[in-house]
């Protein structure tokens, strides 16, 4: 089944404790992304990556850092969470079609 | 850079009624406008996409018209359900965007039994 996951579900952490969000993708899909989701403020872009090893900053990707070792996986690293970080993140991927798909989201909650 | 306004960011409608949400685009240059929809607790879907050689495009209850000149597509739902209850959001792109879309802010769809 042609799907997105997305590693944890929920979380949450206290404020300065490194953690990693995991994404894969099982369609070959060249470009991926990450987005966070507040009430009322829509989806905002993170980062994105057109391929392995191309990454580039999307509308807010203070706090956040990237990787695109494999053209699979595009995990979302935040070095020293801080509580207004607190939100829902979606994982995305896309070919040429330029149709995303979602993975199902995490929500993370920092204390 | 491109920039897409959605309006309204709420619309309320009697179940059985029609909706119709609008976006506009800044970039002329856009030539792929998607809309996705978002259920309480879900993920973002893609439900129906248009293309700029396009004017409209309908799949059973919903369609998506666009005005090239005026910079702006809607989407119209007709017979609403409570299932089409839900955010949507529009997005925009062009063939060199690398892909990105550019997205609206959402709009809430109530409908009202």
């Known amino acids: 089944e042609a799907q997105v996951t997305q590693n944890p579900r929920y979380l949450i952490t206290v404020t300065g404790k490194k953690l990693t969000v995991t994404c894969s993708q099982n369609m070959n899909h060249e470009y991926m992304s990450w987005y966070r989701q507040d009430p009322g403020l829509g989806l905002r872009q993170i980062y994105y990556?057109?391929?392995?090893?191309?990454?580039d900053k999307g509308d807010v990707p203070e706090g956040y850092k990237v990787s695109r070792k494999e053209k699979r996986n595009f995990p979302l690293i935040l070095e020293s969470p801080s509580p207004n970080q607190t939100s829902l993140y979606f994982c995305a991927s896309s070919s040429r079609t330029y149709t995303q798909y979602f993975g199902p989201g995490t929500r993370l909650t920092v204390l | 850079g491109e920039n897409v306004e959605q309006h309204p960011s709420t619309l309320s409608v009697q179940e059985g009624d029609s909706a119709v949400i609008k976006c506009t685009y800044s970039d002329s240059a856009s030539n792929y406008f998607p809309w996705y929809k978002q259920e309480l607790g879900k993920r973002p879907q893609l439900i129906i996409d248009?293309?700029?050689n396009v004017g409209e495009k309908k799949d059973q209850r919903i369609a998506v018209t666009l005005n090239k000149t005026a910079k702006h597509f809607s989407l119209h739902i007709t017979e609403t359900q409570p299932e089409d209850s839900a955010v949507y959001f529009c997005?925009?792109?062009?063939?060199?965007?690398?892909?990105?879309?550019?997205w609206g802010a959402g709009t809430k769809l109530i409908i009202k039994p």
């Open positions: 248009i293309r700029s």
């Open positions: 997005a925009a792109s062009r063939w060199d965007s690398n892909y990105q879309l550019i």
């Open positions: 990556s057109m391929n392995v090893e191309v990454t």
